[in-house]
């Protein structure tokens, strides 16, 4: 069995497709069949279901893909130490944020990055904390923006990110400098769903609140717009007050409620010296922003 092997099934898993694997390995469609097939008879079983609208995996298959992307990530570690070692900063590094990380603070990370480890490639997964978790805990990225520290994972706190109440220019609230959560119970409520949810129905449901919620979207700009026609009222982060075109007000909620945002990782101790890299750029760069 060869890394290759190992990438390509991989590949072929996650694209569900030979078709698109082989683009992104720069490979052939029958190469990656003949890879595939020859890695099934080494193992002695089926991996990989093929009829015409893709590819499935296998009961088996889905036993060994856990292997295969570990022994990548393994690889990859191997080949970060051995260039750390000559003081060289190349490898890969997969990286996982929710939309108001990627959106806000995310592209000047990543620009400050690349300027110092120019070698290294970076691969951004967008998704929800629970998506991003589990990203983390199975290997798929080696880590991830989140404002939920798990027990299972490491969790590198950055910044205390304030949950404001967000409202149309012309709506009564407007003029309040803060809002408590009861008076929340009687509006039109937008309910985010990139993450912040998890926290505003605990606290709803702290406070015996049921919020009068008309829509629960995801795509924050959608909800600033609809905020704004005067559709109803929301709580999001303050990190997303950007909004100048957009008759628009952000109020204190009481009580106050606030994320961590930090990043979340397998094991600090065992991390890549590009994971490493990115955790210190990251907070050097939040240091300059801030």
Same mark, same amino acid.
């Given at each position: ?24 390995? @720069? ?17 002695? +079983? ?21 292997? @295969?992307?570990?022994?990548?990530? %393994?690889?990859?570690?191997? %080949? ?67 404002? =939920? ?23 009564? +609230? ?14 039109? +409520? ?13 606290? +709803?449901?702290?406070? %015996? ?15 600033? @717009? ?12 303050? =990190? ?51």
């Amino acid at each position: 069995m060869t890394l290759q092997q190992f990438e390509v099934f991989v590949k072929v898993v996650e694209t569900g497709s030979f078709t698109k694997a082989g683009e992104l390995l @720069a490979l052939t469609q029958s190469a990656i069949s003949h890879i595939i097939s020859a890695l099934e008879i080494e193992l002695g +079983f089926t991996l990989l279901y093929r009829n015409r609208t893709g590819v499935s995996i296998t009961n088996e298959g889905q036993k060994i893909f856990q292997h @295969a992307l570990d022994i990548l990530n %393994k690889a990859e570690l191997l %080949k970060q130490e051995a260039a750390a070692i000559l003081g060289i900063e190349s490898g890969i590094l997969k990286i996982g944020c929710f939309p108001s990380i990627s959106a806000k603070i995310l592209p000047d990370i990543i620009l400050s990055y690349q300027k110092k480890y120019p070698k290294i490639d970076l691969q951004i997964f967008e998704g929800s904390y629970n998506e991003i978790e589990n990203w983390v805990s199975t290997g798929v990225i080696d880590l991830g923006f989140s404002a =939920i520290p798990p027990e299972s994972l490491d969790f590198i706190p950055l910044f205390q990110d304030d949950m404001v109440v967000i409202v149309s220019e012309d709506h009564p +609230f407007s003029l309040k400098e803060e809002i408590s959560i009861n008076e929340m119970e009687s509006q039109s +409520f937008i309910m985010p769903k990139s993450g912040c949810d998890i926290q505003l129905k605990q606290l +709803f449901k702290e406070n %015996k609140i049921s919020p009068n919620t008309k829509f629960e979207l995801e795509d924050n700009n959608t909800i600033l @717009a609809m905020v704004g026609r005067g559709l109803g009222i929301s709580i999001m982060p303050e =990190i997303l007050l950007d909004f100048k075109s957009l008759p628009l007000n952000a109020i204190r909620l009481l009580p106050r409620l606030s994320r961590t945002v930090g990043i979340l990782i397998k094991s600090y101790k065992t991390a890549s010296p590009a994971s490493l890299s990115f955790i210190k750029e990251t907070k050097s760069c939040l240091e300059r922003l801030a």
